[in-house]
Nanobody, 117 residues
Framework: QVQLVESGGGLVQAGGSLRLSCAASGNTFSIYAIGWYRQAPGKQRELVATISSGGSTSYADYAKGRFTISRDNAKNTAYLQMNSLKPEDTAVYYC???????????WGQGTQVTVSS
């Protein structure tokens, strides 16, 4: 069973950058589609970006042009590069791995991102 662990969150000023990592245990990471989600206080969890097992990407409108999702299967890790951060990007960021073969998914524990104005 793959487990996911996020890291890279922290406090950054508006306009700054952070790179989040989603590290997977096990040896089947490459078959998982990875999604980054975020949840701000009092709000529902929302999708930020996805990357398929083949490397195809998609983004929420607010993330286009500022965020980049990528993966390195050799390192069993997915990334979310976030640039030009805004205070409204403040949230807990989660990665989710989806195994379409088994119709199952797993969540990481989340990492806090705080953007100060």
């Amino acid at each position: 069973q793959v487990q996911l662990v996020e890291s890279g969150g922290g406090l950054v000023q508006a306009g700054g950058s952070l790179r989040l990592s989603c590290a997977a245990s096990g040896n089947t990471f490459s078959i998982y589609a990875i999604g980054w989600y975020r949840q701000a206080p009092g709000k529902q969890r929302e999708l930020v970006a996805t990357i398929s097992s083949g490397g195809s990407t998609s983004y929420a409108d607010y993330a286009k042009g500022r965020f980049t999702i990528s993966r390195d299967n050799a390192k069993n890790t997915a990334y979310l590069q976030m640039n030009s951060l805004k205070p409204e990007d403040t949230a807990v960021y989660y990665c989710r791995g989806t195994n379409y073969v088994l119709s199952s998914y797993i969540w990481g524990q989340g990492t806090q991102v705080t953007v100060s104005s």
